[in-house]
């Protein structure tokens, strides 16, 4: 993994106004970063965001903080991994509205993008051409509860899971029976 030094951690210019930003530097130069720049910058990065552990806890309060607008303004001439990330972080914290916006500046054939080490290990988000290896703690734990039913499923329920055609008479019997 690429070390994060300072300057590596601000992908913008930090002598001048950041782009998006709609409040001048303040008085001491430093320029002041926006909740648009933050999530941007995240998805531009990934590496460079020590835990994403936690992004469950400020990475929905940021996305809410800002507007489509501002976000597209931040991510506008990024490239096509970072906005792909982005997107996917805001459809999966319900701004469907970032993502409508940005879709005009996404490619037509996304490339495969990583969330985390560059491996096809994680989820992947086949309409983002996406390998999530960094999920929150939070999103695992909810995964897991959502669909605990399925590694306690009887002998009968995992034949039907399993949608095998030599099963397939005897699901159908069994289906049958449960709606009568």
């Known amino acids: 993994m690429q070390a994060c030094t300072l300057h590596a951690r601000l992908p913008w210019s930090s002598s001048s106004n950041l782009v998006g930003s709609q409040r001048p530097p303040a008085p001491d130069g430093l320029p002041i970063w926006q909740p648009a720049t933050i999530v941007v910058a995240a998805a531009n990065r990934p590496e460079c965001q020590d835990n994403w552990g936690n992004a469950d806890d400020w990475l929905p309060e940021t996305l809410r903080a800002t507007t489509s607008t501002d976000v597209v303004a931040e991510a506008t001439g990024r490239g096509a991994a970072t906005l792909t990330r982005l997107g996917y972080l805001a459809e999966r914290f319900g701004r469907h509205d970032i993502v ?26 086949r309409h983002w051409k996406l390998y999530g290896s960094v999920e929150p703690r939070r999103w695992l734990a909810a995964v897991r509860d959502r669909y605990a039913f399925v590694v306690e499923l009887d002998e009968v329920e995992a034949r039907a899971a399993r949608c095998n055609p030599a099963d397939r008479w005897e699901v159908q019997q069994l289906t049958d029976a449960l709606s009568t």
Not at 107 to 112: A, F
């Open 100 to 125: 409508e916006a940005l879709r005009p500046l996404l490619p037509e054939q996304l490339p495969v993008t990583f969330l985390g080490p560059r491996q096809p290990r994680g989820h992947w988000v």
